[in-house]
């Protein structure tokens, strides 16, 4: 059973906005005591960072391209992660996957430091 699980993806029009959810997958664990990142891949190209935030929400990091149109996010009453993404361009289509890193740990950069990964939510930005 994959313990990650993304919801809000769809095909939208390029100057748009989508909220990504994550949520663990039968409650197995609590999101809100990790540090939770998203990341995506697109067709052809390698898995990249794209936001984290650290386990308190006090902490956030961004990649260069989701400095300035995506928020990362927390409801901690219903222990869910969220991505919100403005301004859609089509070289934002991708699978975007959420991912737990270190319990009470910091907003991270990078790939690294991530065990347990969502099977992804398609994110398709039509021009």
């Known amino acids: 059973q994959v313990p990650l699980v993304e919801s809000g993806g769809g095909l939208v029009q390029a100057g748009d906005s989508l909220r990504l959810s994550c949520s663990a997958s039968?409650?197995?664990?609590?999101?809100?005591?990790?540090?939770m990142g998203w990341f995506r891949q697109a067709p052809g190209k390698e898995r990249e960072f794209v936001a984290s935030i650290s386990w308190h929400s006090q902490s956030t990091y961004y990649s260069h391209f989701a400095e300035f149109r995506a928020t990362i996010s927390r409801d901690s009453a219903n222990d869910t992660v969220f991505l919100q993404m403005n301004s859609l361009k089509p070289e934002d289509t991708a699978v975007y996957y959420c991912?737990?890193?270190?319990?009470?740990?910091?907003?991270?950069?990078?790939?690294?430091?991530?065990?347990?990964w969502g099977q992804g939510t398609q994110v398709t930005v039509s021009s």
């Open positions: 991912a737990r890193g270190p319990r009470f740990g910091p907003a991270m950069s990078g790939m690294n430091g991530y065990d347990y």
């Open positions: 039968g409650r197995a664990f609590r999101l809100s005591d990790y540090t």
